[in-house]
T-cell receptor, first 110, second 113 residues
Framework: GENVEQHPSTLSVQEGDSAVIKCTYS??????FPWYKQELGKGPQLIID?????GEKKDQRIAVTLNKTAKHFSLHITETQPEDSAVYFC?????????FGAGTTVTVRA | SQTIHQWPATLVQPVGSPLSLECTVE??????LYWYRQAAGRGLQLLFY??????ISSEVPQNLSASRPQDRQFILSSKKLLLSDSGFYLC????????????FGQGTRLTVV
C-alpha cells in the first residue's frame, strides 16, 4: 500500500517568512495529492491539491509542487500570517484510498 | 451545496460499552464515504470506506465495524469499547474514489475510560 512521509513534524516561522513542508510517497500509481489544514478540534480542510499531470499549482500565498519521478511533493506558504498556524497534512491517493502523512504543526510567531 | 454532518462532537464512554457514531452527507448522491481515526499527534488512519449502500471495506483489523444503511449515512460502531479505541474519529466523503478531493466532517473526540 501507499506510504506517505512528511517533514518536518513541527515548524516555527516568523510572521512574514515562508514555510515549506515536504512529503514523499511510495506508490507510483498515486495520481492525486491534496493538502489539508486542521485547526484544533476541527476536521481537516482542503487548502490546495495537485494532480499527477501538473508540476506546480499556486493559489495566492500557497503553492504546491510535485515531482513524480522522485515521488515527492511540497507545500509552500509565503508571507505567513498568524492565522496560518495549524497542523498541515499531505496526502496521496492510490485506488480508493487517501493515505496521509503524520502532519506538520506550523506556528507563526508574531 | 454539499455538507457533511457528524455527531456527537465529544463522547466519553466506559470500557466495554457499545459505540455508535453517525455521519450523514447532504446535497449529493452516491458519495464515497470514509471513516478515519486520528491518534494524538499523528496522521489520519483509514478505517473503513464505502462506495455504495451495504458495501463496506475494512482497512485494518480492529474492534470497530461500519455500516451504510442508506446512501448518505455512514455509521461507525463497536459492541465493546477498549481503552485503545480512544481518539478523534473523522468521517469524510468524495464524489468519486479516484481523483477528487475528500471533504471531512468536524470529527468526534472519543475518550474511553
Amino acid at each position: 500500500g501507499e506510504n506517505v512521509e512528511q517533514h518536518p513534524s513541527t515548524l516555527s516561522v516568523q510572521e512574514g517568512d515562508s514555510a515549506v513542508i515536504k512529503c514523499t510517497y511510495s506508490d507510483s500509481a498515486s495520481n492525486y495529492f491534496p493538502w489539508y489544514k486542521q485547526e484544533l478540534g476541527k476536521g481537516p480542510q482542503l487548502i490546495i491539491d495537485i494532480r499527477s499531470n501538473v508540476g506546480e499549482k499556486k493559489d495566492q500565498r500557497i503553492a504546491v509542487t510535485l515531482n513524480k519521478t522522485a515521488k515527492h511533493f511540497s507545500l509552500h506558504i509565503t508571507e505567513t500570517q498568524p492565522e496560518d498556524s495549524a497542523v498541515y497534512f499531505c496526502a496521496a491517493r492510490s485506488d480508493y484510498k487517501l493515505s496521509f502523512g503524520a502532519g506538520t504543526t506550523v506556528t507563526v510567531r508574531a | 451545496s454539499q455538507t457533511i454532518h457528524q455527531w456527537p462532537a465529544t463522547l466519553v464512554q466506559p470500557v466495554g460499552s457499545p459505540l455508535s457514531l453517525e455521519c450523514t452527507v447532504e446535497g449529493t448522491s452516491n458519495p464515497n464515504l470514509y471513516w478515519y481515526r486520528q491518534a494524538a499527534g499523528r496522521g489520519l488512519q483509514l478505517l473503513f470506506y464505502s462506495v455504495g449502500i451495504g458495501q463496506i471495506s475494512s482497512e485494518v483489523p480492529q474492534n470497530l465495524s461500519a455500516s451504510r444503511p442508506q446512501d448518505r449515512q455512514f455509521i461507525l460502531s463497536s459492541k465493546k469499547l477498549l481503552l485503545s479505541d480512544s481518539g478523534f474519529y473523522l468521517c469524510a466523503w468524495s464524489r468519486d474514489p479516484m481523483n477528487t478531493e475528500a471533504f471531512f466532517g468536524q470529527g468526534t473526540r472519543l475518550t474511553v475510560v
